[in-house]
T-cell receptor, first 114, second 110 residues
Framework: DAGITQSPRHKVTETGTPVTLRCHQT?????MYWYRQDPGHGLRLIHY???????DKGEVSDGYSVSRSKTEDFLLTLESATSSQTSVYFC?????????????FGEGSWLTVV | QKEVEQNSGPLSVPEGAIASLNCTYS??????FFWYRQYSGKSPELIMS????GDKEDGRFTAQLNKASQYVSLLIRDSQPSDSATYLC??????????FGQGTELSVKP
């Protein structure tokens, strides 16, 4: 298994509170990604990082921010959680972006916003 | 039009049969294609990647790619109940981002 650890694995939070999900990797891979998965929508990219302090938006970035201060850690923050952000969040990593390298996923973080 | 499209299913096949999963994509410049399997409550796991037109075989799995038709498929031979899962098609886009279809649920009946 790819060395990816997500925390927390399960969280229930109230609307309007800030939430931070952490992704930690031991593979020293350059690229890290945050996806969310919802019924009927599949996996959608929220944000990604191509190096320390280098991040960019994905297709569903509104309401989310990220930070990457170390190669091994990629944080996803919901500044003010809303019920629409109830979802399963997957972190993923990749060494490079050329054709020969694929993306491997962490075990997921289940977030419920009530 | 969605960038990557799959039939959501469920696709039901009897044990021992061939399961055929299909995917179309919109970006004609795409070069890398992947199939992930996801069991309920688990994370996606890579089962096949394909980059060139034609077939690629790995055990009971065969991926087929036709770039002219913008079509990629996954065949599972001798389907087993343990193959019951959701199969996700993914296409690598700009910046190495994977763009996923919504997944096809496969059910293999004993």
């Amino acid at each position: 298994d790819a060395g990816i650890t997500q925390s927390p694995r399960h969280k229930v939070t109230e609307t309007g509170t800030p939430v931070t999900l952490r992704c930690h990797q031991t593979e020293n891979h350059r690229y890290m990604y945050w996806y969310r998965q919802d019924p009927g929508h599949g996996l959608r990219l929220i944000h990604y990082s191509y190096g320390v302090k280098d991040t960019d938006k994905g297709e569903v970035s509104d309401g989310y921010s990220v930070s990457r201060s170390k190669t091994e850690d990629f944080l996803l923050t919901l500044e003010s959680a809303t019920s629409s952000q109830t979802s399963v969040y997957f972190c993923a990593i990749s060494p490079q972006v050329n054709s020969g390298n694929t993306i491997y996923f962490g075990e997921g973080s289940w977030l419920t916003v009530v | 039009q969605k960038e990557v499209e799959q039939n959501s299913g469920p696709l039901s096949v009897p044990e021992g049969a061939i399961a055929s999963l299909n995917c179309t994509y919109s970006d004609r410049g795409s070069q890398s294609f992947f199939w992930y399997r996801q069991y309920s409550g688990k994370s996606p796991e890579l089962i096949m990647s394909i980059y060139s037109n034609g077939d690629k075989e790995d055990g009971r799995f065969t991926a087929q790619l036709n770039k002219a038709s913008q079509y990629v498929s996954l065949l599972i031979r001798d389907s087993q109940p343990s193959d019951s899962a959701t199969y996700l098609c993914a296409v690598k886009g700009e910046g190495g981002k994977l763009i996923f279809g919504q997944g096809t649920e496969l059910s293999v009946k004993p």
